[in-house]
C-alpha cells in the first residue's frame, strides 16, 4: 500500500482503528491529562518510519500496523512517543514483554540455530 493510500485512510479516519484517536476533540485540560501521543503525533511517527515496521522493515496496512513500546510498560517504558513505534502486528505479538534489544538478540539465536528436521535423528 502506498503512503498516500494510508494518508487517505488516516485522514478518514480508518487507519489503526481504536489504537489512536483524533485529539482535536480534546479540551484542553483532557490533553494535560493525557500521558499519551496524540493522533497527529502517532501518525507523524509512522510517517517518519516510512509507513515500515521499525524491526523488520516491512510496508504496514492499516490491518497490520500496531503501536509497540519499546520498553515495555511493565519494565518501566512509557507511553512517550520516544519509547513508542509502530510494528508488524505478528511482530508485536512475538515480542511480547521484551524490549528491542532482547527481542533482536533473540531473533538472533533463532536464526542461527540449525531447524530440527522431522525424521531425522538430529538437527539440519
Not at 491529562?33 to 497527529?40: A, E, I, L, Q, V
Not at 512475538?94 to 536464526?111: D, G, H, L, Y
Request: glycine share 8%; net charge positive.
Amino acid at each position: 500500500m502506498s503512503p498516500d493510500t494510508l494518508q487517505n485512510q488516516m485522514q478518514a479516519g480508518r487507519f489503526l482503528g481504536d489504537q489512536v484517536q483524533d485529539d482535536s476533540r480534546h479540551t484542553s485540560q483532557k490533553k494535560a491529562k493525557r500521558d499519551h501521543p496524540g493522533f497527529r503525533e502517532l501518525m507523524a511517527l509512522l510517517e517518519v518510519q516510512g509507513y515500515r515496521c521499525a524491526l523488520t522493515g516491512k510496508e504496514l496496512s492499516p490491518e497490520d500496523a500496531e503501536l509497540d513500546h519499546k520498553i515495555p510498560i511493565s519494565r518501566g517504558g512509557t507511553n512517550q512517543l520516544s519509547n513508542l513505534q509502530w510494528v508488524d502486528k505478528s511482530i508485536n505479538r512475538a515480542k511480547t514483554s521484551m524490549t528491542n534489544e532482547e527481542f533482536i538478540a533473540m531473533c538472533k539465536r533463532v536464526a542461527s540455530y540449525p531447524p530440527y528436521v522431522v525424521g531425522t535423528s538430529g538437527r539440519g
